[in-house]
């Protein structure tokens, strides 16, 4: 026999000694890493292995105004979910489903007879009485969940500005969307315990996670605003049949958005779930969305630039027409202004004047002032879908160009662009952020968020902004505005009347008729802009078809907010009547409507009348604008 020395008897232990050591630390590293880093993904699968849980959906967070009216709220519901294990029999359990909720019994089986599921939702806004009924019948593997719906309390109400949820209460468009992760909240589960094929275990109790509902959401909005804004909308609709009208007003001082209304639309409550087109045209917002020739609302900026700039003249001259780079371009009158100082060029909306002004910055400054107005940019509001205005490359324009932008042609805006840019020159030169959201409050009552005005650059100067809103009072109360005229009130603005292009080319009898107004209303500057796209009929201009409108709005805003009328003298207007026009020439009717008391503007180069607006016998306020038509 061969003796073993000590020696490696010794090393023999100590390797299996070592062998041990490092099986224990491999171990004890796999029980660490299983426990500590694993243990919390591990408990999770194991509980979905024993439990079988239903989805208890969070109350989405309301909507409301700033001044407390809820727009949008949210109600129990109950779905019924079936674990077709656990039925005795599909036909049976389909049928008493269908008899005690009113619902169609083949789509009540054609969910549930499934295998190989753990659960199914057979039917969801089953109501409370219709759960009780069904739950008192005790049909095995039938269960039944709180759940929540979408409300909207005013219907049609600011349709596209508050934009709808899906069937999952998930945000499809407008504040629903855009703030989605602050109203939908956090979903709780209801858990029953099952073996492992998905049978409910003898004695097993139901467990609950209670959902976290979402946070209120406090906008903007003025809900008086808004009202006077939805039936003003809804009033231009009725009466021109257009393809859409619209109406936002804006906060100058601030950004704030106080009103946002739009048509066509549709009641938020009965969406037209099964006509794409139509619920897509309904949920569009046109004013944050579409961008347009803005026509003389867009003279606002050429004439601050021109004051900030100091190249307003004494004196301009308009026989009807520029001829910029061998092209003739028309006034909107086409026998002209003849002589006239800024403030009449300004009331007058005269193109000439705002091409001279163009022509007389240049490229580089008019394309400097564009940038700070921020055309051609996105204003950054805080709603889904925003486009960004269209403006010829500096490098392209030429003079007859600029001429034409000067008055609002050849450069395109969205509407909260443009009204954006618009109080920049009313509040002394600050362009600012709009917003329509206030401010987030949780659903225990923590605030989460306030929003505040947001400056992004500066325009003009608030000298220039002074002389400006002085110019723009002249426009409503001796101009092209007058139809925006407030008695007792002091309201400014500027119409714009644009020409529509399809294809590249003038579309003939197409127009998109626009007022932009602006007061002031409980120590606020109130811009609104109001845009009526394709008016129907002869009568487009936006002095009769739009700035009516804006007054109209203005008019219920200081009645509702108790702002006292301060006339001037003898500022309280007379009444005026429409004459008969029919039959008369240029230069009688124009007569006519003078000797009245009243304003006018025409169409057409015929040698009579054709037609006018409003009809004969209408009592009007002394000094409004009518309209009539040559042929």
Not at 24 to 29: K, W
Not at 161 to 177: K, P, R, T, W, Y
Not at 268 to 291: C, E, F, I, S
Not at 464 to 480: D, F, N, Q, R, W
Request: aromatic share 10%.
């Amino acid at each position: 026999m061969r003796n073993i020395s000590h020696i490696t008897l010794k090393g023999r232990l100590s390797a299996a000694m070592l062998l041990i050591a490092l099986l224990f630390c491999a171990l004890s590293g796999r029980l660490f890493y299983l426990q500590a880093i694993e243990g919390e993904s591990l408990t999770d699968r194991a509980f979905g292995q024993w439990t079988r849980g239903l989805p208890m959906r969070a109350a989405r967070g309301e909507i409301v105004t700033s001044d407390g009216v809820t727009l949008a709220s949210s109600y129990d519901v109950f779905t019924v979910y079936v674990r077709p294990v656990e039925t005795e029999n599909v036909e049976e359990t389909a049928r008493a489903i269908a008899e005690t909720c009113g619902a169609e019994y083949e789509r009540i089986l054609a969910k549930i007879d499934k295998t190989g599921v753990s659960e199914v939702r057979a039917l969801t806004g089953a109501s409370e009485a219709q759960t009780l009924a069904l739950r008192s019948k005790g049909i095995a593997g039938v269960y039944v969940v709180a759940d929540s719906a979408r409300y909207y309390d005013m219907g049609n109400f600011a349709t596209q500005l508050l934009g709808f949820v899906n069937a999952d209460g998930v945000g499809q468009s407008g504040v629903e969307m855009y703030y989605d992760r602050y109203l939908k909240g956090t979903d709780g589960e209801a858990y029953t315990e099952t073996d492992l094929i998905g049978d409910k275990l003898e004695g097993s109790h139901t467990s609950y996670l209670s959902p976290i509902d979402g946070a209120t959401l406090t906008l903007t909005i003025d809900f008086t605003l808004q009202s006077l804004a939805e039936k003003a909308v809804r009033d231009a609709v009725e009466k021109y049949s257009p393809l859409s009208a619209s109406c936002l007003m804006m906060d100058a001082d601030t950004g704030e958005i106080l009103a946002m209304a739009g048509a066509p639309t549709y009641d938020l409550n009965d969406l037209p779930r099964d006509d794409l087109a139509l619920l897509l045209q309904g949920a569009k917002n046109t004013l944050v969305a579409d961008v347009y020739e803005p026509g003389s609302t867009f003279k606002i900026l050429t004439a601050a630039m021109g004051i900030e700039e100091g190249l307003i003249r004494d004196s301009y001259y308009c026989p009807g027409y520029r001829v910029v780079d061998g092209t003739r371009i028309r006034c909107w009158r086409s026998i002209g202004h003849g002589s006239q100082d800024f403030a009449h060029g300004i009331m007058n909306s005269c193109n000439c004047v705002f091409m001279d002004i163009a022509l007389s910055a240049g490229t580089e400054t008019t394309y400097d002032y564009l940038e700070k107005f921020g055309v051609g940019s996105r204003t950054g509001v805080d709603l889904p879908g925003e486009g960004a205005g269209i403006l010829l490359s500096e490098e392209s324009v030429k003079s007859v160009d600029l001429a034409r932008i000067g008055f609002g042609q050849a450069v395109a805006a969205t509407p909260i662009g443009l009204a954006t840019a618009v109080c920049s020159v009313l509040n002394g030169g600050k362009l600012l952020t709009p917003y329509v959201l206030s401010s987030v409050t949780t659903a225990d009552g923590a605030h989460a968020l306030d929003n505040s005005p947001t400056i992004k650059g500066a325009t003009v100067s608030e000298t220039t902004s002074a002389k400006m809103k002085e110019y723009l009072y002249s426009v409503v109360e001796e101009g092209g505005g007058k139809n925006a005229y407030v008695p007792g009130y002091r309201v400014g603005g500027k119409t714009g009347t644009a020409q529509k292009y399809e294809n590249g080319s003038i579309a003939r009898g197409k127009y998109v008729s626009s007022f932009v107004g602006f007061t002031e209303i409980g120590g606020r500057t109130v811009v609104c802009l109001f845009k009526v796209d394709e008016p129907q009929g002869y009568v487009y201009y936006g002095s009769i078809v739009a700035a009516p409108y804006v007054g109209q709005i203005f008019s219920g805003a200081f009645a509702a907010f108790g702002v006292e009328p301060d006339y001037a003298e003898n500022e309280i207007p007379a009444t005026a009547e429409m004459p008969g026009l029919f039959g008369l020439s240029l230069t009688q009717a124009a007569s006519a409507v003078k000797a009245a008391g009243l304003q006018y503007e025409f169409s057409g180069e015929g040698e009579s009348v054709i037609s006018q607006f409003p009809v004969e016998g209408t009592s009007l306020y002394e000094g409004a604008v009518v309209h009539f038509e040559l042929g």
